[in-house]
């Protein structure tokens, strides 16, 4: 591996070299050593320092993304050359977009260490479009995600499918009406998730396949404020029943009987386009495939 390289990113991701040097096992003055002989190599400036931080300049924000490819790849090269002679062990690097890592994911790992407790899984939470990224430019082995995605560059795979439902408070007038339609809905304020979301996007294809216009909309940047937002009665969302069943539980939120819902879509897992893989990886993904591994609600 690069030692020039691995100095460079872990003082950008800190802010500080002696954060870094701290985090590195290094001394500070090894530190500004290394990062003096990367910029002499490129042969020019890629931090600006003060007393107090560092920050990326042009050059560097073109070096910073590089180095994390690069150091992506060589840990995946390393992995493989492991797996060559030892059992399924190591790191194992996911992404996840909201809905999965924080509402699926986690009962999915705990299978994981159960059975293979010498893999070490890190996790990644982002929108679909953060994680697409991450892959794309190899920082994480693979990404679950939900929504389209632009990229050609990755393999993708159908692996589960997810429900949605139209959300009130179960306090909501619209609890006691029967035969609702969507049009009903017409003066609510919509509650929904930022551009980039996988959730964002559904709530979207469905405003315009049922060709509705919402009068209001407010765009918050997490799932658990927009659950905790309509239960106070500011609005309805749109959201999975992954996301939703322990309010349900607790007659805390109501699902809406309409015709037309749930919404069917997809988990999607994206991995690089290469035929090789970890062991670990290969261990995840087979977990992944397998339907029981969903049975948590």
């Known amino acids: 591996m690069d030692q020039h390289l691995l100095v460079f990113v872990t003082v950008v991701e800190?802010?500080?070299?002696?954060?870094?040097?701290?985090a590195l096992h290094m001394t500070q003055p090894a530190v500004s050593q290394y990062i003096q002989t990367l910029e002499r190599t490129v042969g020019t400036k890629l931090l600006?320092?003060?007393?107090?931080?560092?920050?990326?300049?042009?050059?560097?924000e073109i070096v910073y993304h590089h180095a994390r490819e690069i150091l992506g790849l060589y840990t995946k090269m390393q992995n493989l050359i492991d797996d060559l002679t030892n059992t399924a062990t190591g790191g194992l690097s996911i992404g996840a977009s909201y809905t999965f890592g924080e509402y699926v994911l986690p009962h999915i790992i705990a299978r994981l260490r159960e059975h293979f407790p010498l893999i070490k899984p890190t996790i990644t939470i982002g929108n679909t479009h953060e994680i697409e990224e991450l892959v794309n430019n190899n920082q994480i082995d693979l990404g679950i995600v939900e929504g389209e995605l632009k990229s050609k560059k990755h393999h993708i795979e159908a692996i589960a499918e997810d429900f949605m439902y139209i959300i009130v408070s179960a306090k909501h007038p619209l609890t006691k009406q029967k035969n609702l339609a969507l049009t009903d809905l017409q003066e609510e304020t919509?509650?929904?998730?930022?551009?980039?979301?996988?959730?964002?996007?559904?709530?979207?294809?469905?405003?315009?396949?049922?060709?509705?216009?919402?009068?209001?909309?407010?765009e918050f940047g997490s799932t658990q404020i927009i659950k905790e937002s309509v239960e106070a009665g500011l609005g309805v969302s749109l959201l999975s029943h992954w996301v939703i069943h322990k309010e349900l539980k607790l007659q805390k939120l109501y699902t809406l009987k309409i015709k037309g819902f749930p919404i069917i879509r997809k988990f999607l897992l994206v991995t690089p386009s290469t035929k090789f893989q970890t062991r670990a990886s290969e261990i995840f993904i087979n977990l992944l495939r397998d339907p029981k591994g969903y049975d948590i609600i």
């Open 14 to 22: 800190k802010q500080n070299f002696s954060r870094a040097a701290e």
């Open 48 to 60: 600006n320092r003060s007393n107090k931080y560092v920050r990326l300049n042009k050059a560097g």
């Open 190 to 218: 919509w509650i929904v998730r930022e551009q980039g979301s996988g959730t964002r996007e559904a709530t979207e294809g469905m405003f315009e396949n049922f060709q509705f216009n919402p009068k209001e909309m407010m």
